[in-house]
């Protein structure tokens, strides 16, 4: 008995440098390397985003963007017009339970009186998906250890321990030099800064037809804006949400638990009509991203004027 657990013990230490020692051969072929770690369209501003908060000496912000790829299209800089800073924390596919662990990474630096929290319907589905720790652990630079935490405790709940593996060892292999090789840039995206990525891809030139989707806010998601409510809280921050534009609106009921909160309606912008706004159904183009995000901060100063 004793040798069995010995020998037990022995496997569980040796499978973390099994695990590094496979990390650092893939890099050998860049292939190999999004095949095992980050997948080939992963590189999706994450890398510039999260270096650029690392290297922040002051990381206080007005206002945290919380979201999916669909909250991606809100530009900090929209903010700074009125006043305001902003930073931009979301990325494809993180659904609001990724969310929760990195408000709770990041609002301790940040302090932010707001937190906007974009609420895409169709990831509410997709609950058991760590695509997006997987993408944060492989292409984010960062080393702060609550992030790291963040991406490994989104990787466990989905129960996908190689993404916790992943997210505990990549930051550290960077940053003694064992690994520097990064997601392939998209040449459709383009970094701005505070965590906004711009992209260029063609906007629509005629409207496709859709297909009716219904979704639905379960429990377990509200329990987890339950648990978003009771953070900001604890920091004296308001929490806002915002469903995004779409060319093809989901049919859903607005669940009891949102009961008190903000909410900004994305399809009741002015431009969610208009096909040249979006590169694709839910994704707005350059044009549409600028408009957007002016039209969300007009919706949101009167919910600050009315808190002052």
């Excluded at 997948?39 to 979201?67: K, P």
């Excluded at 903000?262 to 912008?269: A, E, R």
């Excluded at 991203?289 to 002016?294: A, D, G, N, V």
Aim: with cysteine; net charge negative.
């Amino acid at each position: 008995m004793r040798r069995f657990l010995l020998t037990c013990l022995l496997l569980m230490l040796s499978l973390p440098l099994t695990w590094m020692l496979l990390i650092k051969a893939s890099t050998v072929h860049p292939k190999l390397f999004h095949a095992l770690v980050t997948f080939e369209d992963m590189n999706n501003g994450l890398h510039e985003a999260t270096t650029e908060w690392e290297r922040r000496a002051d990381r206080h912000v007005d206002a945290i963007i919380l979201g999916s790829s669909t909250g991606t299209s809100i530009d900090p800089r929209a903010f700074a017009e009125h006043g305001l800073s902003a930073f931009n924390f979301s990325s494809a596919y993180q659904p609001i339970s990724h969310s929760r662990h990195l408000l709770n990474a990041v609002i301790d630096d940040a302090q932010p009186a707001w937190v906007f929290l974009d609420i895409f319907p169709l990831v509410w589905g997709e609950k058991e998906l760590a695509y997006s720790a997987r993408s944060w652990a492989a292409t984010g630079c960062f080393r702060d250890p609550k992030l790291i935490g963040a991406q490994v405790r989104e990787a466990l709940s989905k129960k996908h321990v190689y993404t916790a593996a992943l997210a505990s060892l990549l930051p550290w292999m960077r940053s003694v030099g064992w690994i520097d090789r990064q997601g392939i840039a998209h040449p459709e995206f383009n970094y701005i800064g505070s965590g906004y990525k711009v992209t260029y891809h063609p906007a629509l030139n005629e409207m496709h037809e859709c297909d009716p989707v219904f979704t639905e806010f379960d429990d377990e998601l509200c329990e987890v804006i339950a648990e978003i409510q009771t953070t900001c809280a604890k920091y004296g921050t308001e929490l806002v949400l915002i469903e995004p534009p779409s060319l093809c609106r989901s049919e859903w009921e607005t669940p009891a638990c949102w009961e008190g909160i903000p909410l900004i309606q994305g399809n009741d912008w002015p431009g969610c009509r208009d096909v040249a706004n979006f590169w694709e159904l839910n994704h707005l183009s350059a044009a549409g991203s600028l408009s957007y995000s002016e039209w969300v901060v007009s919706q949101f100063l009167p919910l600050r004027d009315r808190s002052e």
